[in-house]
């Protein structure tokens, strides 16, 4: 009885070293599976520490990108804006110089009307 309870305890011991083998994925011992796990998830870390690093960056360069769009945006509006009243300026400055000259036209147009009448009544009397 007592060897089948140590064939038994001998089978159950290998039957858990087994498991054990299978659980530390080929490394000889519990402390050397425990470092590649540790050097795994190190690895993992860093490596997603510094995609969360480029992420970063570039959510940051995207919004100065973004800034410097609205800003330039703004100054062309701006620019268009003071082309536009320069030219309103311009064109008002060209229509009170059109007004005068159309004065002086209308005054010149009178001036030759009322000589051209007197010609024409001098030459009718004569």
Known sequence: VLGRQVEDAGRVLEGIGRSISYDLDGEESYGAYLRRESAQISDAYSSSDRSLSELEGKFRQ???????????????????????????RETRH???????????????????????????????RA
């Open 62 to 88: 995207g919004q100065e990108q973004g800034g410097r769009e609205e800003s330039r945006l703004g100054d062309s509006f701006l620019g268009l804006l003071l082309h536009a009243r320069a030219l309103l």
């Open 94 to 124: 060209v229509s009170s110089g059109l007004r005068d000259k159309y004065d002086l036209l209308a005054l010149t147009v009178r001036s030759h009307g009322a000589r051209l009448s007197r010609l024409k009544n001098d030459y009718l």
